[in-house]
């Protein structure tokens, strides 16, 4: 039984937080009965989790929802064998009434995955078996076509994947250690963060054939900052949350400044954190830092929730990235 197929039952079955949740856009706070679940990639199971963030351990078994290509054969022609390894993004989007995971991996896997059946929306292997190009985020823009950051490879890369197909077109733009995406609906530009700088671009040409040009690009904060999370403040609009190899910070648009004036910064501001992000509904922020003694020196076993305080620990887990499952 493919990982896809086990993944659509356990949506179905749901582990009390509701199945409903996986699919539906983010309700609002009076239809809000608890928190929203949280999804993790967890490299040490190669899959991507979705969890009731209610509790206090889990189990990759006790997923309400879980993805992985491996063995599932509408995946089969981008080798994920070879290019799922080190899953390292897990955003979930709305797109013309379909909810969508976007996931990439280290050795070359990307894809927008429909939830929850596990279909595929559109899938690339970027140099499978390898870690030349290191696929580290994604965002999917309005006319269908996806975005995909790479950080070894330095290269931020728009797909024509609105024309369906592995082999389709695709525009690139060079941004050292390009590591996170943001698709910014009321400005129409595409957020990227490297390793020295907070870059905007705007994407143009045609769905078949794209262009990308850059608007603007700002030193991030710091000597040697090493960018690496980049996603939307969901509770402040106008801000970006950005976390470096030294801090985090929200990045405010209008006044073009980094601040650290966010709630529960005092414990949320540290070093290497690798994701992070709040619910706006219930304001618990969810971040991700490595913990020593782990096979992979980037990996946790644990998910920080922020505001109040918690550690949910996933068993035997190898987590990269949390993020609140908020479809949007």
């Excluded at 197929?5 to 983010?26: D, F, H, I, K, Y």
């Excluded at 989790?49 to 491996?70: K, N, Q, Y």
């Excluded at 985020?137 to 490879?153: F, H, K, R």
């Excluded at 949910?312 to 499952?325: E, N």
Aim: charged residues 20%; contains cysteine; neutral net charge.
């Amino acid at each position: 039984m493919s990982w896809s197929r086990r993944s659509v039952m356990l949506g179905a079955v749901g582990t009390g937080v509701g199945a409903a949740l996986l699919g539906a856009p983010a309700a609002h706070a009076s239809e809000r009965r608890s928190g929203a679940p949280v999804v993790v990639t967890d490299q040490a199971s190669k899959q991507i989790l979705v969890l009731d963030s209610a509790r206090s351990a889990w189990t990759a078994g006790e997923a309400i929802w879980a993805f992985s290509p491996l063995g599932d054969g509408r995946y089969a022609d981008v080798l994920p064998e070879v290019s799922w390894v080190y899953p390292s993004e897990a955003k979930v989007r709305r797109f013309r009434g379909r909810t969508l995971l976007l996931t990439c991996a280290s050795f070359g896997f990307a894809a927008a995955v429909e939830v929850p059946s596990g279909r595929r929306y559109w899938a690339a292997g970027l140099g499978p078996g390898d870690d030349l190009l290191n696929p580290h985020s994604m965002e999917i823009l309005p006319d269908g076509n996806v975005a995909v950051a790479c950080s070894t490879g330095a290269r931020v890369r728009v797909y024509a994947a609105s024309q369906g197909g592995r082999d389709v077109p695709y525009a690139e733009v060079v941004l050292k250690g390009a590591h996170g995406l943001h698709w910014d609906r009321e400005r129409r530009v595409l957020w990227a963060i490297g390793d020295d700088e907070l870059v905007t671009y705007r994407v143009g040409g045609s769905p078949a054939h794209p262009e990308l040009a850059q608007l603007s690009a700002l030193a991030l904060p710091g000597a040697k900052p090493g960018g690496h999370d980049l996603f939307p403040v969901a509770g402040r609009r106008g801000r970006l949350w950005v976390t470096t190899n030294a801090a985090v910070f929200q990045y405010d648009i209008r006044r073009g400044e980094f601040v650290q004036d966010f709630a529960g910064a005092e414990v949320i501001n540290r070093a290497k954190v690798k994701a992070v992000g709040d619910d706006p509904w219930t304001g618990q922020v969810v971040s991700t830092v490595p913990e020593p003694g782990l096979e992979e020196t980037w990996w946790t076993t644990k998910v920080d929730m922020h505001l109040p305080e918690r550690r949910p620990v996933l068993a035997d887990g190898g987590i990269y990235k949390a993020r609140w499952w908020l479809p949007r």
